[in-house]
Each structure stands twice: as C-alpha cells, then as structure tokens.
C-alpha cells in the first residue's frame, strides 16, 4: 500500500521559514517524481515546485523561485520543500504528490498517482 506522509507544517511570521518532509512507503521515490502543491478554500489546486525521479529536473512556480528549495533523500525515502522568506500568500495545505516519471515533472496535479493527506502552512503576524 502506497502511502505520502507529509509534516512540517505550522504558523510562523512573514520572513520567517519551514521545511515540509514527505515520507514516502510502498513505492521507492527514485522511481517517482515528486510535486508539491497548495491549496487554500474556494480556489484550485496549485503546483508549487517539483522534481523527476532521477532528481535532475526540477520546477518551480514563479511566485516561489528563489525562495523554496525541493530536494530528495533516497535513503529516507523523503522528499523535502524547504520554504524561506514566507509571506501571507503562502498560506495553504500544502500536499506531496507522486508520479510514476524519472526523467522530468510535471506542475500538473491530474499527473499525479499518488497523494498525502496535506499539511498546514499559515504565515500571519
């Protein structure tokens, strides 16, 4: 049984930074890419960032660049959204995704196989 466990979620200030885990069983992420997406009441599902399976292509959304990294550790079988410089419109239940793709990623959510259960991200004074 396949199973996306994200954490890391939380209530921090403008500026301040989180990083989200996506813990992954029943599949091996190597074989996966993996995409991180939000979402916030009354509006559609949004791709954030993602990266292929072989880890060397990645994606980020234009309002993120520079600000989060994606990134994969093969041996925890996690994968990881570090999130710097958050601002109020960063606000959403972020959730992991998984595609069975190695070469490339896709910013897509209906690509996706596989998804967690989300996790909170509120970025208020």
């Known amino acids: 049984q396949v199973q996306l466990v994200e954490s890391g979620g939380g209530l921090v200030q403008p500026g301040e930074s989180l990083r989200l885990s996506c813990a992954a069983s029943?599949?091996?992420?190597?074989?996966?890419?993996i995409g991180w997406f939000r979402q916030v009441p009354g509006r559609e599902r949004e791709g954030v960032s993602c990266?292929?399976?072989?880890?060397?292509?990645?994606w980020y959304r234009a309002s993120v660049k520079g600000r989060f990294t994606i990134s994969r550790d093969s041996t925890k079988n996690t994968a990881f959204l570090e999130m710097n410089s958050l601002s109020p419109e960063d606000t959403a239940i972020y959730y992991c995704?998984?595609?069975?793709?190695?070469?490339?990623?896709?910013?897509?959510?209906?690509?996706?196989?596989?998804w967690g259960q989300g996790t909170q991200v509120t970025v208020s004074s």
């Open positions: 990266i292929s399976g072989t880890g060397t292509s990645t």
């Open positions: 029943g599949i091996t992420l190597g074989d996966y890419a």
């Open positions: 995704a998984a595609d069975f793709e190695r070469s490339f990623c896709s910013p897509v959510p209906q690509e996706y196989d596989y």
